[in-house]
């Protein structure tokens, strides 16, 4: 005859956000047993910021260093941002100024008209839908644009090789950031761009037309430079497309022949060269490693099949032959030459 009672459970732990399910179990003094259960969700933490975009009329601002910058040329912009909560819905409001848009979860505000500006504070606050109290979300950001053009670009120097150059350290500087640079062969832009990133990376980066690592560059111009003369010139582009100075042109003459990136890893490596160096001493072909030059390489070991012994930094690396190569750190070899001898 127990119809009515309370019952209280004590939880002395933190729930964790997300789903909960809570089950109620009830017996009574003859032993029937019933139950309910229902479904909630807990949510104690403030919405979450998966991403925020500015956007203006050609593409994604960069966010450097906690700012959004423009373009010399940006004319609008607008805003797309994408909040995580446990308890939806998310709702509240995007400010552009004093410029209020409601918020809708990964929809692109209208545009911001910015010609004559070069600063506008974005706002955005959030109230997610957690009961009995709403958690809330307020951030700003500032929204600046970049008008001064990179410096002039430098290289501590340029090389020759069979179909294409080598070019170490190149580098500008920037009040915001670089984002790219650009190279010219005989006043043409040279296959694409090359990203900044892509050109200071650890690990190898490619294009049709260039390789990079750690800051060298290397060019490509097997096809249409082999045996001719190349005038090449770089620029750096920044976040705001403000296009820098010329580099000095260098005026090559590129040597016949193509060349072959060979990866190297610290420690010990087994390689061949997979085509005829054009200059077969072991100081010019380890001059060739990218990063660190001939200062990367401990040892190198040749095996005699003659004599059945090794030889310890043999005077001449060629191809058809394998060498171990003790590497102090990750580099690359480019190998310079061609696939048949010459005539």
């Known amino acids: ?11 002395k732990t933190a729930i964790s956000d ?22 909630t969700t807990v949510d104690n933490t403030a919405p ?31 805003v797309n941002a994408s909040f995580y909560n446990p308890a939806t819905p998310i709702s509240g409001y995007i400010y552009l100024n004093t410029t209020r848009y409601s918020f809708t979860n990964k929809t692109n505000t209208p545009d911001f008209n910015v010609t004559g500006s070069d600063y506008v504070i974005l706002k955005i606050t959030l109230i997610d839908g957690a009961s ?8 700003t950001w500032e929204i600046k644009r970049d008008k001064i053009p990179p410096s002039k670009v430098t290289y501590t120097s340029i090389e020759t090789i069979c179909g294409g150059v080598i070019i170490r350290n190149v580098a500008a500087n920037d009040t915001v950031g670089i984002l790219l ?7 043409t832009l040279w296959t694409a761009t090359i990203p900044k990133k892509d050109l200071e990376a650890t690990t190898p980066k490619s294009n049709a037309g260039w390789y990079a690592f750690s800051g060298v560059l290397v060019l490509n111009l097997t096809e249409k430079f082999a045996g001719k003369v190349a005038n090449i010139t770089i620029r750096a582009v920044d976040f705001g497309a403000n296009e820098g100075p010329w580099s000095t042109p260098a005026l090559l003459t590129i040597p016949e022949g193509e ?3 060979v990866k190297l890893h610290k420690g010990w490596n087994l390689i061949s060269l997979p085509l005829i160096s054009a200059n077969s001493s072991r100081t010019a072909v380890l001059s060739l490693i990218l990063k660190q030059g001939m200062a990367g390489v401990t040892v190198v070991y040749e095996y ?7 030889i310890l930094n043999p005077t001449r690396m060629t ?10 750190d990750n580099d690359v070899l480019v190998v310079s030459g061609s696939k048949m001898p010459p005539p």
Do not use: H, R
């Open 48 to 78: 979450k910021q998966v991403w925020v975009k500015v956007l203006d009329q050609y593409g994604e601002l960069q966010f450097v260093d906690g700012i959004y910058w423009m373009g010399k040329d940006t004319k609008y912009i607008k």
């Open 18 to 39: 997300g789903p909960l399910a809570v089950k109620v179990t009830a017996m009574d003094k003859a032993g029937n047993v019933g139950f309910d259960e229902k479904s």
């Open 132 to 139: 009995p109290k709403p958690n809330n979300f307020t951030q």
């Open 259 to 261: 060349w072959y990136p």
């Open 181 to 187: 640079y650009q190279v010219y062969v005989n006043g």
């Open 304 to 310: 005699d099949q003659y004599t059945d012994t090794w």
């Open 319 to 328: 191809d058809g032959k394998g060498y171990w190569v003790y590497m102090k």
């Open 1 to 11: 005859d127990d119809f009515n009672y309370t019952y209280c459970f004590a939880n």
